[in-house]
């Protein structure tokens, strides 16, 4: 049996930082608070990163709700939460909806971006649009043809 995963404290996303102990969004060195339950379903999405988890999922682990229970109060919190941590909340970086399934949480930061898709000098020169639209389209969807 592994042991639980240690709580993330602070999060660096591509538009802001968060810090989960405190509940606070820093963005453009102005602070804004999150609210509890986007905190903690954030909290939860941190712990199980570029892994597809449903609203039912998501009702019983972070609001404590018996399977089966149908509201829209999932949609409603990650539309807030997009709206806080998202540089565009229509076109999310890191809250990305994963159609007939949930959500996914893909924990790309600032620096990691830079890093992750950078491209040696000889390789795909003048395709810079290219190569951007298409990181988004994976971002996005988790796949491109």
């Known amino acids: 049996m592994s ?6 404290d602070v999060l660096k996303l591509v538009a802001c930082d968060v810090d989960l102990g405190r ?14 339950k986007e905190a903690k379903v954030l909290a ?22 018996r399977p089966g229970v149908v509201t829209r109060t999932v949609d409603n919190t990650i539309r807030r ?8 909340p229509d076109q999310p970086d890191h809250v990305i909806t994963v159609f007939g399934k ?14 992750t898709y950078a491209r040696p000098a000889d390789r ?4 810079d649009d290219e190569v951007g639209s ?5 971002r996005r969807s988790g796949f491109l043809t």
């Open 3 to 8: 042991a639980p995963a240690a709580p993330i």
């Open 23 to 36: 509940q606070v969004v820093v963005r453009n060195g102005q602070s804004q608070p999150l609210r509890t």
């Open 124 to 127: 795909f020169v003048g395709r």
């Open 44 to 65: 939860y999405f941190a712990l199980n990163p570029d892994r597809d988890i449903g609203r039912d999922e998501l009702l019983v682990k972070v609001w404590g709700y």
């Open 81 to 88: 939460l997009r709206c806080r941590v998202e540089a565009n």
């Open 134 to 138: 298409s990181l988004a389209a994976l």
């Open 102 to 115: 949930g959500y996914r949480f893909v924990p790309l930061a600032r620096d990691e971006v830079e890093s």
